[in-house]
């Protein structure tokens, strides 16, 4: 295909068409899937502050139907001998430790309690002391719905620790681990206890945003000048001043 423009002539192959062509679908889909992440980014952001705009009494049969961040009020009696540290869980400052999941027995099912976070010992083999204070008598907690932690990569499953060691240091755990932990069913959520309630540490809680909203639009704007650029090279690479024909122009201005 050719075109002239003024004493310039554009030209391109078919194939390099098509190849800026496929590069600037590809651009231009890449910035529409990162603005679609930041809305869904921004949704989820907004889904945590309207959780707490009202409470509801918690089910165990009904947990499935709550939304995430939806702010719950349960009773039970915690299960103090088999609690669950999760590792590598750092601190609102960054100083390393754990966060500590406590089972809540609701009318025989369990509700994983986070209750916060507390720092690591001097080693790895000194854990933490999560009993202290903290007895098996009924209570009724308040917090948050949510989901266990999940990592960037998963490297493997948990090792177990053998029988009898508790608390269990955990990894990242999935459910099925943290209940192969247990020995029994838990509930499919976990319980983001408030920062007011007693027997818990320290606890800062946030939408989880490994990659917040405007970050995803900066990647959004890479993406479509990537598009936009594709375009100027393709135009600069194939867009040619034809001497021949500007001699043939100044050939019919000669007396």
Do not use: C
Not at 109 to 120: F, I, K, S, Y
Not at 209 to 214: A, H, K, Q, S
Not at 217 to 228: D, E, K, R, S
């Amino acid at each position: 295909m050719a075109w002239w423009i003024g004493n310039r002539r554009f030209a391109a192959p078919w194939w390099a068409f098509a190849l800026t062509l496929a590069g600037i679908a590809l651009f231009l889909r890449l910035g529409m899937w990162q603005l679609d992440r930041a809305g869904q980014k921004r949704a989820l952001e907004a889904q945590f502050r309207a959780g707490t705009q009202s409470t509801v009494a918690l089910h165990a049969d009904a947990i499935d139907a709550l939304p995430r961040y939806q702010h719950v009020r349960a009773t039970g009696r915690y299960d103090v001998e088999h609690q669950i540290l999760l590792d590598n869980m750092p601190s609102a400052q960054g100083r390393p430790g754990y966060r500590v999941l406590t089972p809540l027995d609701i009318d025989g099912a369990w509700l994983l309690v986070d209750r916060g976070w507390v720092p690591a010992g001097p080693t790895r083999a000194d854990l933490p002391d999560v009993t202290t204070g903290l007895d098996a008598g009924p209570r009724t907690v308040k917090g948050r719905l949510d989901e266990l932690p999940r990592p960037g990569l998963r490297l493997g499953e948990n090792v177990d620790v053998p029988q009898g060691e508790w608390p269990r240091v955990q990894n990242f755990p999935t459910m099925a681990e943290v209940e192969r932990a247990l020995g029994r069913p838990v509930l499919p959520r976990i319980l983001l206890l408030d920062p007011t309630e007693p027997d818990g540490y320290e606890r800062v809680w946030e939408a989880r945003l490994r990659v917040g909203p405007e970050r995803h639009i900066g990647y959004a704007v890479q993406w479509f000048a990537f598009a936009a650029l594709a375009v100027i090279v393709f135009v600069v690479v194939n867009l040619r001043r034809d001497e021949k024909r500007i001699g043939t122009k100044d050939d019919d201005l000669d007396p």
